[in-house]
């Protein structure tokens, strides 16, 4: 368990940070992966992505294609919902956000400098994410001439857990407009 009925809203709070910055650092922790849904032309769409890092401002950093899917349907509705499981704790983070998308700019140099070189090819694929080709091998053909590297920053607007325990099921929500002080919720 992450946190349990006798433990206060503000130090819930503290603890739940705590394990999302693990998330960003520890490429083993469960919160390292994240789900990121987006509204979509037609259906929600949701997919994977690493958390890069979660700032001291508590914005939730991702690195992506900018020629990808994802990249359109933000610049279409910036809202966002994330969602991360710990499966040994028990414990679903749900939280919604507004996005903002970084390309070239002072945050994406900094960033692109963090990514090692065997990773940049992810980045300078010849072809955008999503295109049709005949066999794997075209898509993976990459050029260094171009990079496509972008940073996506979330920043949160409101953030509810969800601890599941025996004795009875958690649910906090906490608010941007409250401060983040957060509120019981039936489970
Ligand atoms: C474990 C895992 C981690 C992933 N991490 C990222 C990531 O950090 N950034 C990213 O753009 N796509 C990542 N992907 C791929 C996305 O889930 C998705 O397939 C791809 O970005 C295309 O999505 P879109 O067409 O909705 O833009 C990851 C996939 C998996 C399975």
Redesign the pocket.
Known sequence: MLFSATDSLSAIWQTLLHELQRGALDPKHPFR?LS?A?AGTQFP?V????L?QFTADLEFL????VR????Q?LLDVPRVSLHFYHPKKQVQVRVKALATIHVEDELAQEHWKRVSEKRRSEYQSKLG??TRVEAPAVGWESSSEHSYFSVLKFSPLSLEVLQLAREGHLRIQYDLASGWQGVWLVP
């Open positions: 992966y990121l987006t769409q997919r994977t992505v690493v890069r991702a690195y992506t294609d990808s899917s994802k990249v349907e994410p999503g």
